[in-house]
């Protein structure tokens, strides 16, 4: 028999005012297994946890049950509580009998009987509970981040500055991510290339941080501490060793006329190209899908100009396997696809154009520098519309608020004065949010100083017309239809997240929301953490953020690895599967069913009947599980069993519970 | 607690009330359930929690030896479909439990007696409402003897 200390709290009046607490603690001094039960007002306080310790030295208790508030409140507390007592934390449960109990029952007979169960239940469960201790895994003091935006730019810098090894992996040809493109910044508009491409600089010359730029992460195996990730190193065609990245091949590429990734469109690039001028590295590739050498087996003109030899069309896709201990993840954002989106005729209008676009045109080293020019003419606009909302905080596409969009267009309807004084600016917005430091005042300066006209309703038609592209939508305010004849249409188009997010998530095997963002482990205490272990996240990729929140959070994740890594074994939840391998068929239902690899084949050799034996089996490793026990109850054969959740702790409940019940029904 | 809301509570059950195993993954549907108690949502009290880490953890066996223990009902509580905390465990869980209520229904166990439900961590009110609806169902269901409606 366990010798089993049963401890009810009355938290207050909380529990105490519909839970009858001498009824549960004599209730629970009669059950099998228990040797003590008292109350007390508050179990969780200094003196209740003394309560504890000493009962539990004094009465010899080899296991605990606190009747209180729910685990996920403090089962930590507790847990502490028994080790300092002497019991294994493992051997302490706690009965729900606040939030599951006190808190949604009036009736105090029915909340008491229930009291009563859940601790009937929990007594049972401790009885059949092991003691463990907590799993240690050596780490390997290596981070990896994914994606060289500012966000990830930030966290590989932090992680560095800890004295860590930091591998950056980006999948373009450079680090700088969306936040390079963009002109002058909310709300001071300094300007963004200035305050970014220093961090860029920073990143490469660290020597710390290992730049894997053009290469992408093809496998994640092992678990926190220990990952090892198979970087594909995409092939770029050109020998980085030799290349001083002087431009003499692209300038001599005859193919100019391929629409830019990094202009949106707005300039166009050559098939070996660095994305813009202040790439890092400054190191062209060849795009092969446009090199007409890749089509046609003939050009060959910038391995002419290259005089250091550098152009290889030999390369080939290059596979690396590196061991990290921790995973950041920094993957950014895209736009919604706008072929979902006709009503706003993007694509068949050449004048309707989104903000990324606008900012290309506006920024002096984008391909127009700084001109702000209608596409269909080159001519300047004089009348812009700006649509807030294109796809976002609407049923129909996205739900959510994209969050950056009501500043960038109070900033682009700035720069559009700044640079075109007499041009005139127009706003379809639903609500300006503007929560952040220094944003409300920035766009009431776009209002009152800058001459924006802000008209609350959609857009309701967008069609051209004698060379001008007609807007029309509903002012809400004044409850006009308006009807605007505009140069220029600016689309303040929903952040999705990037593209390949969700293969992404499901190769570091972390959950995504509905709209495909990664989820955080939890939304208020958690919010830079994944579920799986080691695994953290910063940036747009979690959801849409402006600048400084990108910031901020690729720091943040990046003391989560640092605190993660300055440790030499990191402990996990010993709450896994373990299989026994004399049971084990090898059906291989786990290896199946697993979402973490947990489970692997392998062998083991007996001796039947003198002979010896090899059999396939399975064997689980204890740092890539989980803790979820879908292999328990997948197995057929009954072979493997969850430590801390097995199937006779569970049965010890649903026994300690329905004994009652059957006592009860027997006895009508 | 007002008098208001203590009125809205249904009423007891005079002679009966069902007794009901409600399996809730950690991650979602026992943490709503902690909500509706933190935004003091009633609900009658005829479930008994066992906290696991996933939908995907409950043997199937789990419900029948609920069954064959003296539960009138029992209750499965998991991750909405795409929302697991371990990327697909409530998957599985679905669809054994679909094969679960054919077997009930085949063995003499009216399916009624056996619910699913998919209830997230925000959603402390859908868990009181699975509540009633599941206390609903089994008091027209009414009582389950093993001996007598299981093993004829």
């Known amino acids: 028999m366990a010798r089993v200390g049963v401890f009810i709290c009355w938290c207050g009046a909380n529990i105490a005012s519909t839970v009858d607490m001498e009824t549960v603690t004599e209730a629970a001094a009669k059950l099998p297994h228990v040797v003590y039960a008292t109350n007390y007002k508050y179990m969780c306080s200094d003196p209740g946890q003394k309560t504890i310790v000493d009962a539990a030295l004094e009465h010899k208790l080899d296991g605990i049950v606190v009747a209180a508030c729910s685990p996920r409140m403090h089962e930590p507390t507790f847990r502490a509580v028994a080790a300092e007592a002497g019991i294994n934390p493992y051997r302490m449960q706690m009965a729900n009998i606040r939030e599951q109990c006190s808190w949604v029952h009036s009736d105090v007979d029915e909340a008491t009987a229930k009291a009563v169960d859940a601790v009937r239940m929990m007594v049972a469960r401790v009885a059949q509970s092991l003691a463990l201790e907590p799993i240690k895994v050596p780490v390997t003091k290596r981070a990896l981040v994914i994606g060289g935006g500012i966000a990830g730019i930030q966290a590989a810098l932090d992680v560095a500055d800890g004295g860590v090894e930091t591998i950056l992996v980006e999948r373009t040809p450079s680090i700088g991510g969306k936040m390079a493109g963009l002109d002058e910044t909310f709300p001071t508009l300094d300007c963004s290339q200035c ?56 300038h001599k590429c005859p193919y100019k006329k391929i629409p830019s990734e990094f202009d949106f469109g707005v300039g166009n690039r050559t098939a070996i190209y660095v ?37 290889d069309f030999e390369q080939e896709d290059q596979f690396e396997e590196v061991e990290v201990g921790a995973i950041i993840a920094a993957t950014g954002y895209d736009l919604l696809d706008h072929t979902q989106m006709g009503e706003f005729r993007y694509g068949a209008i050449p004048d309707v154009i989104t903000g990324l676009q606008f900012e290309r045109m506006s920024s002096a080293s984008g391909p127009t520098e700084g001109k702000i020019l209608r596409p269909s003419n080159g001519e300047e606009p004089k009348v812009v519309v700006f649509v807030h909302c294109v796809g976002s905080r609407d049923e129909d596409y996205k739900e959510y608020c994209s969050k950056i969009c009501c500043m960038y267009n109070a900033k682009h309807a700035v720069i559009l004065k700044h640079r075109i004084h007499d041009a005139r600016a127009y706003l379809f917005y639903i609500d300006v949010r503007a929560a952040g430091k220094g944003y ?87 919010p830079v953490d994944t579920a799986t272990g080691g695994i953290f996240l910063a940036g747009c990729c979690q959801a849409p953020k402006d600048i400084p929140e990108s910031v901020a959070q690729g720091s943040a994740a990046a003391s989560k690895v640092l605190g993660l890594l300055s440790k030499e074994d990191i402990t996990r939840e010993p709450t896994v599967a373990v299989a026994d391998p004399l049971i084990c068929t090898g059906c291989w239902n786990c290896v199946n069913v697993c979402p973490f690899g947990a489970p692997e084949k392998s062998e083991i050799t007996i001796t039947v009947d003198g002979k010896k034996v090899t059999r396939a089996v399975s064997k689980i490793t204890e740092a890539k599980c989980e803790g979820c026990g879908l292999c328990v109850a997948t197995c057929p054969g009954n072979c493997i069993d969850q430590r801390g959740f097995s199937d006779d702790q569970v049965y010890a409940e649903i026994g300690g519970y329905l004994e009652r019940v059957r006592a009860a029904k027997n006895s009508d | 607690m007002t008098k ?26 026992y943490a709503g359930a902690d909500l509706a108690g933190t935004s003091r949502i009633p609900y009658p009290c005829d479930v008994r929690i066992i906290r696991v880490p996933c939908s995907g953890r409950v043997d199937p066996l789990m419900i029948l030896r609920a069954f064959r223990e003296g539960a009138d009902g029992v209750l499965v509580s998991g991750c909405h479909p795409g929302d697991c905390h371990y990327i697909e465990g409530n998957y599985y869980a679905r669809r054994k439990f679909i094969a679960l209520k054919q077997l009930l229904d085949h063995v003499g166990i009216d399916p009624r007696r056996f619910r699913v439900s998919w209830v997230s961590a925000s959603e402390g009110r859908k868990w009181a409402n699975v509540v009633e609806a599941v206390t609903r169902d089994l008091l027209e269901v009414g009582p389950f003897r093993y001996e007598e409606d299981g093993d004829d």
């Open chain 2, 4 to 29: 208001a809301e203590k009125q809205k509570e249904p009423e007891k059950a005079p002679q009966w009330e069902p007794n009901i195993v409600g399996f809730l993954c950690n991650w979602c549907s």
């Open chain 1, 440 to 526: 409300e005042e920035f766009w009431k300066r776009a209002c009152v100083e800058e001459d924006a006209e802000y008209l609350r309703g959609r857009v309701s038609r967008v069609y051209d017309e004698g060379g001008k592209v007609i807007v029309e939508g509903q002012d809400t305010l004044s409850g006009e239809q308006v009807e605007v004849a505009a140069d220029l249409v600016v689309l303040a188009t929903a952040i999705v997240p990037a593209k390949g997010s969700a293969e992404l998530a499901r190769i570091l095997g972390i959950s995504t929301d509905k709209d495909g963002f990664f989820n955080e482990a939890h939304p208020k205490l958690r």
């Open chain 1, 275 to 311: 994305p813009f001028p202040q790439a890092v590295p400054n190191i062209p590739v060849i795009d092969r899908e446009t090199c007409v050498f890749f089509k046609t087996g003939k050009c060959r003109a910038c391995e002419k100009a290259c005089l250091r030899g550098a152009i």
């Open chain 1, 195 to 250: 305050i970014l491409t220093p961090k860029m600089v920073d990143a490469s010359r660290s020597e710390l941080i290992k730049l894997y730029t053009y290469c992408e992460v093809e496998k994640v195996d092992g678990a926190v501490g220990n990952f090892k990730v198979t970087i594909r190193k995409k092939a770029k065609y050109v020998n980085t060793e030799l290349c001083n990245g002087c431009g003499d091949c692209w």
